[in-house]
């Protein structure tokens, strides 16, 4: 039997995520090497309990995959994609074509001159083919395309963009299609519940899809969403499900944490190029959070995942981007060095109140 007590109190009983939401979806966190390497054993412990999915927060993404030009380096995504399968967990890769954390030397020939279309072409379809075939029927789905669209819902310029042109998200979709025809294939953004960027993704999936282009999903990363009932509003989020479950393609909410610090830059999402200074008063909770920023926490994590619920039919994975609230990027974007507490589990490995108020939802009907 699962005992739950209020927001703010918690119960001993720990159920785990994965067998309260087994009917609704899957669910899961993003993971990163010292949870898999033997490092943090209490987070992979978490992980093995609780998860039924799991993403490579960063040992995928392109320079730590493929730093040089003839080097890729599988060390640590082996051991990813090994923890991924003794648990028996839906395994995400995480991410093929990104403008951020991929190596300069990808854009330029040796003389450092701008690759042409044709040469940057060749060289996705390699790093596509190496990395996706290294897995093949091992990672159940892949973050092809991520990022590729800005707050207006044009396609955003990137390198990609500029030497290649538009159909680089169509190409890249069709080389991991090629390397592995068993795996899931998604396009990834944050903000993406915002009506402008919201429309703009409609357009990409209909446009690959006019194309005959095979894709299965999108990805709403839920970024640093915040804890003010705007941010974002349910009636953004449910009408970008519906959106895009209208395509005839799958919802994933894939990148879930929420930001419970003062706000440090005006704009919303996740832009990595967005910084801030440190300053005191950004940082109020350095010695723990309050029960009442407990409680709003809470019921902010409840909201959402009753709303989730709501639309089980249409959303097929929620994953949190991290396991414990000490290793959770927020405590270091927009500014580095702060103490925040997006997750469900606190920085002693304990589930929040935040992790009782989203069993809870479980409970009642939809
Ligand atoms: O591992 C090095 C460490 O050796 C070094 O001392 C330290 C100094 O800064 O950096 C460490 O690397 C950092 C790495 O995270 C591991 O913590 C990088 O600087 C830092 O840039 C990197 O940030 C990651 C970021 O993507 C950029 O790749 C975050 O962990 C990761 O959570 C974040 O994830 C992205 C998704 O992939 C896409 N969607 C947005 C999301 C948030 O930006």
Redesign the pocket.
Known sequence: MLVFTSAVGCSTDQPALKDVFAKDFLIGG?L?DDVVNGKDPKAAAIAEKHFSTITA??VM?WMHIHPEPNKYDFAATDRFVDFGQKNNMFIVG??LV?H??TPKWVFVDDANNPLTREALLARMKDHIFTVVSHYKGRVNGWDVV??ALDDNGQLRKTKWMEIIGEDFIAKAFKFAHEADPSAELYY?D?SLENPAKRDGCVRLVKDLQSKGVHIDGVGL?G?AWRLEPDAPSRENLEDFINAVSALGVKVMVT?MCIDVLPKAIYQPG?D?KQRAELREELNPYLDGLPDRMQKKLADRYAELFSLYRKHADKISRVTL??VYDKTS?LN??PVRGRTNYPLLFDRNYQPKPAFYAVVKTAQSGK
Do not use: M
């Open positions: 993003a990163n927060e960063n993404k995480h991410t990104w951020w954390q991520n990022e990834n944050f990363q970024q990148e996740a990595l981007w991290g990027w270091n974007w």
